[in-house]
């Protein structure tokens, strides 16, 4: 069936086929809703005639998609169009874990595959306290995504399909040579049936080849259910001894020799990485043994050589030997039977008379003294002692008294053979902390709540993770803590950037120009020009363009004119010094024709501030003249006969008041 270019459930665009497997074909497809690439598994079609498995389907499905863990492929969707049935999943880029040995043509680092099978382990551990058993762990089922992160999927179709059909058209559902084999007869399968995958998964891994092969897989199943594996430290020898062994132990056939838990086989194997050269992996009996049968005959030699045994009687029950004494010794047993007659005869009597007038004693106080200092002291005052039950205390230590009833006062007696009932404590309760991270926020509350514990959360701005999803836990998962202690949690808030248009502030003052940015969720910062040319203290440019998108929280720099301050500053002509004084007559020259004086004129920065017309060629004088900041000064003195002298500087008006020209 193509597909692709269709569109599933109004939402989901089917882009390319990227995997076919025996049980459904896999799509790269647009999810159009949240504008994300998402993965679309297809059943195929000889699965969805059968109306119980469709049914299971869609529960087992929806069951595993309420896993959210690390190394878990996430299921976002399940659904159908007629006979179509499809699930919605994350896309993985990367390669199985089958590519990867393939690949590989030999058996793959001991290092870098216990750790990916530490990831497999930890969401088989996550998928098993949640009650969904995998049933069919396999290379194939495990991506390995480029940054080395192992990825388990198919949660929840293997149940779906092992419970209506282990055939279909001819086609094994699943991989025989991974099988359990208990799965390989059809029968129960649990949570260690998946362990006894894993560790073949591991075999494959560190030998390069499965433990058990043959030309059918008929043939293979009977090998599961039959033959011991050769050990895969005889196949690759740089294995660690404790490596191998947790191997075998995964692959036990007698379930109660196997792991127990993923918890269980999760700790040997972090325990290896840690110390390779210590082993801790404790099998109940030799694993080499061949698998040993007792016939019923044998039970029934066994059972009689037990009844011939003569501390049994024919029921099974253990003789009475001093029964037997009292039958061969008639004579005895009458003078010891008088003998005891009496004591008990007087003992009675005085039982009754103390019984008629029991002895009083002083009520102790047995709180906070241990069970056992409480039950000696009981004893010794002739009172009963009763514990009726067993609290958990935060303020009493394990084992001893929390409360007894009656309850001790001063100088209260009680009648000897009195009941006193006690409260012990079982100390502070101790919960492990649930994994919470990537649940929702009433997801980890509920969990946190239900674990005996307090959530406190806080919530965060993060870009990759959407809204009310749990970021982060203090403690986490691998801690156990006291009952009541408080579980920090940091919520997603989403990416919590909003985009707002960037306002015009040229042309406003400073304090309006700040005032628009912040209202509009930017901050300022303030440089300032100086321009003559426009008002004193208004905006002059700002660093983003009018109607440009910026996020909220940008900052915004703004050019805010700062016009100097005109300071007045005194200079001296010296006009003698620069013209040269009279001039002297000469035979050409005359009185009348000797320039005398000159006009001068002062100007700042190219504007004329200063003129005077007709001073002395002799004279120094003095000129008044404002100005703002660093300007070229510049005194020009011209005399009628059109000759010009200029004297120029570059004067600071707001580090000098004087200045003299010369």
Known sequence: MDLEGKILGNRYEI??????GGMATVYKSKDNVLNRYVAVKVLRDEFTTDEEFIKRFRIEAQSAASL???????????GNEGNLYYIVMELIKGKTLKEIITEENGPLPWKWSINVVTQIASALEMAHKNNIVHRDIKPHNIIITEDGVAKVTDFGIAKAVSNSTITAFGTTIGSVHYFSPEHAR?????AKSDLYSLGVVMYEMLTGRV??????????????MQEQPIEPKKINDSIPQVVNDIIMKAMQKDVSLRYQSATEMLKDLNEALRNPDVNCVHIGKNIDAATQR???QEIAEAERKARENNEFTKDGKKKNK????????KVISFIIGAILLFFIAFGSTMGIIELANPKEVELPDLVNKTQEEAEQIAEDLKLKLVVKSEEYNADVEAGKVISQDPAYQANYSVKENSEISIVVSKGIETVDVPKVVGKTREEAEKAIKDAGLVAEVTEENDEKVEAGI?????PDDSETVDSGSTVKLVVSKGSGIVNVEMPSVIGKTEEEAKSILTEAGLKVNVVNEEDDSKDNGVVLKQSKEVGTEVQEGTTITITVNKVSESKEATFTIDVKAITGGYEEETENTTSSNI???VDISITVGGTTTFQQSGVDKNRTITAKVSGKGSKEVVVELKNSKGESYKRSTTFNFNNATTYTFE
């Open 294 to 296: 007792i016939s019923t």
């Open 595 to 597: 320039a005398k004086t």
């Open 211 to 224: 433990p058990f092969d043959a030309d059918t897989p008929v043939s293979v199943a009977l090998k599961h």
């Open 68 to 78: 959210t863990h690390p190394n878990i492929v996430s299921i976002y969707d399940v």
């Open 15 to 20: 882009i390319e086929k990227i995997g076919n």
């Open 470 to 474: 749990v970021i982060s836990q203090n």
């Open 322 to 329: 001093f029964k037997e004494f009292i039958k061969k010794h």
């Open 186 to 190: 059809g029968g129960y399968t649990d």
